[in-house]
T-cell receptor
């Protein structure tokens, strides 16, 4: 069974601080997607990384896919209260069907 | 911008009753999925659907569950005889290709009493 371990599960920081969320597995994924989920709503896609070593930036968010495609990270620079939310990583385990395996999520709170 | 839609947003039912959850995937997408998320737990894969048939299903997706694409736009999940433990958020998702980006609907909150 393929698993994605996300850490930390909870993070509370002050506005302006930097943070990194990690997503790790012992399995290889053909791609990895990062989502943000608000309470009572569906996951909203932030980015997809496909190539080992790939780095993508979305404003103050930087996403990296590990060289071996087993891990990924999300780095937020100068966090703002609007970044508060649940961040999910989800990997595609190379099945023909494209199903996603989700991590347990990281709840981020950014205090003003 | 195209989006996945789901109805109803909240469904309350009695144990043992049948429920049908409805989804309209993004129009040019070919691969369709159902996931569920029990309160406080992670999102879990239930089933994938392509070319009018199930392509993969998880252990959760037992004989009580079925999916259907009755026309060119709707994608439904039926639970024949609901149990208390079926209470969860159910998300529909779609993508154009297996390696493409997967987009989720807003979810249906199912409450089984």
């Amino acid at each position: 069974t393929q698993l994605l371990e996300q850490s930390p599960q909870f993070l509370s920081i002050q506005e302006g601080e930097n943070l990194t969320v990690y997503c790790n597995s012992s399995s290889v994924f053909s791609s990895l997607q990062w989502y943000r989920q608000e309470p009572g709503e569906g996951p909203v896609l932030l980015v997809t990384v496909v190539t080992g070593g790939e780095v993508k930036k979305l404003k103050r968010l930087t996403f990296q896919f590990g060289d071996a495609r087993k891990d990924s990270s999300l780095h937020i620079t100068a966090a703002q209260p609007g970044d508060t939310g649940l961040y999910l990583c989800a990997g595609d385990p190379s099945s023909n069907t494209g199903k996603l395996i989700f991590g347990q999520g990281t709840t981020l709170q950014v205090k003003p | 911008e195209p989006e996945v839609t789901q109805t109803p947003s909240h469904q309350v039912t009695q144990m043992g009753q049948e429920v049908i959850l409805r989804c309209v995937p993004i129009s040019n997408h070919l691969y369709f999925y159902w996931y569920r998320q029990i309160l406080g737990q992670k999102v879990e894969f239930l089933v994938s659907f392509y070319n009018n048939e199930i392509s993969e299903k998880s252990e959760i997706f037992d004989d009580q569950f079925s999916v259907e694409r009755p026309d060119g736009s709707n994608f439904t999940l039926k639970i024949r005889s609901t149990k208390l433990e079926d209470s969860a958020m159910y998300f529909c998702a779609s993508r154009y290709s297996p390696g493409g980006e997967q987009f989720f609907g807003p979810g249906t909150r199912l409450t089984v009493l």
